[in-house]
């Protein structure tokens, strides 16, 4: 009888076990901001890349969607997004995007919007990068699209392509 | 005049002198994971990330906010995965009370191992 009580034991253990490490198997391991999905943005206050303007999120209150692009010139992903920014400002006046230029030098970025085109509706530096965290940023490039009520209905790590192009769309339409 | 000059220097560029020098900053990015690197903490990686993350931790501090205010921003924007000590929730009480588990079944095994030997030696 005894014998039984400890097979029965070792056979708990080994299913407890398995079953955890087959649960940790089937978990999604690829870390993403993603849950920050339906949350409200934190308050900030920028200055503009050209002159002394700043924005903060009050000004967002007024447009129904703004897509918040955080770029860089030194980011050569941010380069290949930078058709689907165009495209998305020229074919949308729903939206307005606001261009965060990360850990930037002033003269590159200029550059940067010169060779590509300037997509953005207003453009802030964040030099010190402090202003990424507020939004939950991890690397560049990194897009959020929030609604009038500064919440947030997309986030994209890494850069915009096709698919989230169209998905971009279909959200503010 | 020289040696002077060099007791100086290195005081100037000291790691004392440095914010980061603080035991409670260094506790801080010791328990904040590095999330762009391989198995890094923010304390020991000059990522990025990392140093914004420290900018960020000092400018809380010498706003007055409490370690476990940081530590509550931070997983609001980046989850609980930033923190290496988590706190206690529905999705990670295995992570908190397994190592119990694992005492109290091995403990039990261990019991009847035992009491099976005695058995068979009393037989």
Same mark, same amino acid.
């Given at each position: 009888?005894?014998?039984?009580?400890?097979?029965?034991?070792?056979?708990?253990?080994?299913?407890?076990?398995?079953?955890?490490?087959?649960?940790?198997?089937?978990?999604?391991?690829?870390?993403?901001?993603?849950?920050?999905?339906?949350?409200?943005?934190?308050?900030?206050?920028?200055?503009?890349?050209?002159? &002394?303007?700043?924005? &903060?999120?009050?000004?967002?209150?007024?447009?129904?969607?703004?897509?918040?692009?955080?770029?860089?010139?030194?980011?050569?992903?941010?380069?290949?997004?930078?058709?689907?920014?165009?495209?998305?400002?020229?074919?949308?006046?729903?939206?307005?995007?606001?261009?965060?230029?990360?850990?930037?030098?002033?003269?590159?970025?200029?550059?940067?919007?010169?060779?590509?085109?300037?997509?953005?509706?207003?453009?802030?530096?964040?030099?010190?990068?402090?202003?990424?965290?507020?939004?939950?940023?991890?690397?560049?490039?990194?897009?959020?699209?929030?609604?009038?009520?500064?919440?947030?209905?997309?986030?994209?790590?890494?850069?915009?392509?096709?698919?989230?192009?169209?998905?971009?769309?279909?959200?503010?339409? | 005049?020289?040696?002077?000059?060099?007791?100086?220097?290195?005081?100037?560029?000291?790691?004392?002198?440095?914010?980061?020098?603080?035991?409670?900053? @260094?506790?801080?990015?010791?328990?904040?994971?590095?999330?762009?690197?391989?198995?890094?903490?923010?304390?020991?990686?000059?990522?990025?990330?990392?140093?914004? @993350?420290?900018?960020?931790?000092?400018?809380? @501090?010498?706003?007055?906010?409490?370690?476990?205010?940081?530590?509550?921003?931070?997983?609001?924007?980046?989850?609980?995965?930033?923190?290496?000590?988590?706190?206690?929730?529905?999705?990670?009480?295995?992570?908190?009370?397994?190592?119990?588990?694992?005492?109290?079944?091995?403990?039990? @095994?261990?019991?009847?191992?035992?009491?099976?030997?005695?058995?068979?030696?009393?037989?």
């Amino acid at each position: 009888m005894n014998i039984n009580f400890f097979k029965v034991f070792i056979f708990i253990f080994v299913i407890f076990f398995l079953s955890i490490f087959w649960l940790g198997l089937k978990k999604d391991r690829n870390y993403s901001t993603k849950n920050l999905i339906g949350s409200k943005i934190s308050s900030f206050q920028l200055t503009s890349i050209y002159n &002394s303007d700043s924005i &903060s999120e009050e000004d967002l209150k007024n447009n129904q969607f703004t897509l918040v692009n955080f770029f860089a010139s030194w980011c050569s992903p941010c380069r290949l997004e930078h058709k689907y920014l165009i495209k998305l400002a020229s074919e949308n006046k729903k939206f307005k995007i606001l261009g965060i230029n990360f850990k930037d030098k002033k003269n590159n970025a200029l550059s940067f919007l010169n060779e590509l085109g300037d997509p953005y509706n207003f453009v802030a530096k964040d030099t010190d990068g402090k202003t990424s965290i507020l939004f939950g940023i991890y690397g560049i490039p990194e897009s959020i699209l929030i609604d009038k009520d500064l919440i947030i209905r997309k986030k994209i790590i890494g850069p915009i392509d096709f698919k989230q192009y169209k998905e971009i769309l279909n959200l503010i339409q | 005049m020289l040696r002077k000059i060099i007791i100086i220097f290195f005081i100037l560029f000291s790691p004392l002198q440095s914010n980061e020098a603080n035991p409670e900053l @260094i506790e801080i990015y010791k328990n904040l994971r590095c999330l762009v690197c391989q198995g890094q903490s923010v304390a020991e990686s000059n990522s990025d990330f990392a140093s914004t @993350i420290k900018l960020v931790v000092q400018d809380q @501090i010498k706003e007055g906010k409490t370690k476990e205010e940081i530590y509550d921003f931070l997983i609001s924007k980046y989850g609980e995965w930033i923190v290496y000590q988590p706190t206690l929730s529905k999705s990670n009480f295995l992570l908190w009370f397994l190592p119990y588990v694992v005492l109290v079944f091995g403990g039990f @095994i261990v019991f009847f191992i035992v009491r099976k030997s005695k058995h068979n030696k009393a037989n």
